[in-house]
């Protein structure tokens, strides 16, 4: 029984800390997916690290009070005279603070602008980056003249399939490991057994590819490392942040069953029409 405040350590480097004092978490305990759901374990370096392991709370030298503030983006294309050559990214962002039924009103979305057809978004979202970047680092602000340090960040980043996948720095869902959850191979895309929490992306381990990737020198070994691992050439334009895309650019449930609503509707009223 414990019975005084203890240290408990993640075993993450697969390094045994050889200390009696110390607690050590090896192995989450889970229950395996699947149509025959078995209780397993799994090393603890598979897990999303937590956010205060890897950001760090701005310098406070003057001992302000902090409000925190989470800013949403939404990106989506859509077409403006019903063809894709003329079609334009829109991006907005709503205050994540904000209540739920605040914030289905329309005017607390704010329209940041729209990529152009063929356009970089990474280039375009470039000035917002910079501007999230400051909040995270913290700006002194006064509310009825008394001073506050404002801090935040990024929050949810909504988007559909493609858009998000290239968001994540993932390739897109024709790849061999398309999914920007896990490593799923495309043949076993159906598969219900398939264990996702023993083969999701961590962002962790994310990073460490990139890292590895970084180090090769020709262009050939280059492509081989991101098609064995599904990881696109360019990273996630939201790398410069404190910001996890594999837990905050959650997979759209709207933009994956509308279009096959739309088709099944449009097929439905053709029969009833014959």
């Known amino acids: 029984n414990l019975v005084t405040p203890?240290?408990?350590?993640?075993?993450?480097?697969?390094?045994?800390?050889?200390?009696?004092?110390?607690?050590?978490?090896?192995?989450?305990?889970?229950?395996?997916?699947?149509?025959?759901?078995?209780?397993?374990?799994?090393?603890i370096k598979f897990r999303h690290f937590l956010p205060l392991e890897y950001i760090q709370e701005p310098k406070n030298s003057k001992d302000l009070s902090v409000k925190k503030i989470f800013l949403d983006l939404y990106f989506d294309d859509f077409g403006t005279y019903r063809t894709v050559y003329h079609s334009l990214g829109g991006i907005y962002v709503q205050v994540g603070n904000m209540p739920f039924d605040l914030r289905k009103l329309l005017k607390n979305h704010f329209v940041i602008g729209f990529v152009p057809f063929g356009?970089?978004?990474?280039?375009?979202?470039?000035?917002?980056?910079?501007?999230?970047?400051?909040?995270?680092?913290?700006?002194?602000m006064k509310i009825n003249n008394i001073e506050y340090l404002i801090i935040g960040g990024l929050g949810v980043v909504?988007?559909?399939?493609?858009?998000?996948?290239?968001?994540?720095?993932?390739?897109?869902h024709g790849a061999n490991h398309g999914c920007r959850n896990c490593l799923v191979p495309r043949e076993q895309?159906?598969?219900?057994?398939?264990?996702?929490?023993?083969?999701?992306?961590?962002?962790?381990?994310?990073?460490?590819?990139?890292?590895?990737?970084?180090?090769?020198k020709s262009v050939q070994e280059k492509k081989d490392f991101v098609t064995r691992h599904g990881i696109s050439i360019q990273p996630s334009p939201f790398s410069y942040l404190k910001f996890n895309p594999f837990q905050q650019i959650p997979?759209?449930?709207y933009h994956a069953v509308s279009g096959k609503i739309a088709r099944l509707m449009e097929i439905t009223i053709d029969l009833l029409s014959e």
């Open 6 to 43: 203890q240290e408990i350590l993640f075993d993450d480097n697969d390094e045994y800390i050889n200390n009696q004092n110390n607690y050590i978490i090896k192995e989450i305990l889970y229950k395996k997916p699947g149509t025959e759901a078995t209780w397993i374990t799994r090393h």
């Open 119 to 140: 356009a970089s978004f990474n280039e375009f979202i470039k000035p917002f980056i910079r501007d999230i970047q400051l909040l995270e680092k913290g700006i002194p």
């Open 158 to 172: 909504t988007a559909d399939l493609p858009q998000g996948n290239d968001l994540c720095g993932i390739k897109r």
């Open 189 to 216: 895309l159906s598969d219900k057994n398939y264990d996702r929490l023993q083969n999701a992306r961590y962002f962790h381990q994310i990073k460490k590819l990139r890292r590895q990737y970084n180090l090769l």
């Open 251 to 253: 997979q759209d449930a």
